[in-house]
């Protein structure tokens, strides 16, 4: 992100980016010569070849001349590092720029680069610079993200987490429990930052997130009677379950399950409020508390449109749930 950043920031500055826009490349492929993210995508073709630069923009071989070569490149002075392909090839600036007294090494890079270019032939039309990642040949700020994070890794769940018809802190709330960045016990003590000694809600285990929302007795309770009733007992998350796996696995993109990844949510986003009340407001840690903002929060997501399935809706069924147990 940083590298685009800064690349948008100078092109910005000189005015380039509109210049991309609307003569569809650069005008000057060397101004991306440091950025090897915007180097890889751009590629020209020779015409008077006086805006392509001889040794850093990929003009011939599918590559330029600095990584093909890189013991000569060594060997050249600023100036000569800058030169177009023009000025490079007229009276052979490019050879006298290398100078004598080559290794073995340099000799044969010499070779191969000689033999690569002196046929290349100069014409009067201009040179024109093509952006590989988009199949007009034209730069586009979104391709050069979409470039940028193509490697990245997805988490399984994550699109369906920030597609979910539910409040955004609730979204947050979930891509950062999913993530484990969520600042439970574990994680303050990885940090050195004060801490409780165990789980607040059952004071027996270490807290992580995966423990509070999933392991813990007092999350088991909850997670127990609400699946029996959806009807989905086998989702029973174990001791040992790890969230963003058995998220995952159950955050589902299928239409008919958006009341059930909501459901989740909720759950989730329901023990963490109460898991917070008993740190910072000293509350009695009780599964039933838990069912309670589950019941109040239910019929507010169910009168706000936000669970329409009433096979998931909290608003009828929990309140009973935890009244009889009570
Ligand atoms: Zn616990």
């Known amino acids: 992100m940083d590298v685009l950043n800064s690349l948008f920031r100078k092109a910005e500055a000189v005015g380039l980016l509109g ?8 005008q000057r492929a060397s101004f991306f010569a440091d950025d090897a993210l915007c180097r ?9 070849g006086r805006q392509v630069c001889f040794w850093t923009d990929q003009w011939l071989l599918g590559d330029s001349f600095d990584n093909l070569t890189p013991c000569l490149w060594k060997k050249l002075s600023p100036r000569a590092k800058r030169v177009s392909v023009a000025e490079a090839l007229a009276d052979d600036f490019w050879i006298r720029s290398i100078g004598t007294d080559l290794s073995l090494p340099e000799i044969e890079e010499f070779l191969s680069l ?4 002196h046929m ?3 014409d009067v039309s201009d040179d024109l610079f093509r952006w590989g990642w988009c199949n007009s040949g034209s730069f586009a700020a979104s391709s050069a993200y979409a470039a940028f994070f193509r490697s990245r890794e997805l988490l399984p769940c994550a699109e369906e987490i920030w597609e979910l018809r539910a409040p955004n ?12 960045r969520c600042w ?5 003590s990885r940090r050195g930052l004060p801490h409780p000694a165990s789980c607040p809600l059952c004071d027996q285990e270490p ?6 929302l999933l392991g813990c007795v007092a999350a088991r309770q909850v997670w127990a009677l609400i699946l029996h009733r959806w009807g989905l007992p086998l989702w029973l998350p174990g001791i040992e379950e790890n969230l963003q796996s058995w998220c995952s696995a159950r955050i589902s993109p299928e239409r008919s ?6 459901g989740i949510t909720l759950v989730c986003w329901c023990t963490w409020r109460h898991r917070n009340a008993v740190v910072f407001e000293g509350a009695r840690p009780d599964f039933r508390t838990v069912l309670r903002l589950l019941d109040l929060e239910g019929v507010a997501w169910t009168r706000a449109g936000l669970l329409k399935d009433v096979r998931f809706s909290f608003a009828s069924s929990v309140g009973a749930l935890w009244s009889v147990r009570e």
Request: net charge positive.
């Open 40 to 48: 890889a995508a751009i590629s020209a073709c020779v015409g008077n």
């Open 114 to 117: 000689w033999s690569s270019i």
């Open 19 to 26: 210049r991309l826009a609307s003569h569809g490349l650069a």
């Open 169 to 180: 802190k609730c979204k947050f709330f979930m891509w950062l429990a999913v993530r484990d």
């Open 120 to 122: 290349v032939v100069l």
């Open 184 to 188: 439970t016990t574990d994680r303050l």
């Open 257 to 262: 399950r958006k009341d059930v990844n909501i």
């Open 207 to 212: 807290e992580s997130i995966s423990h509070l």
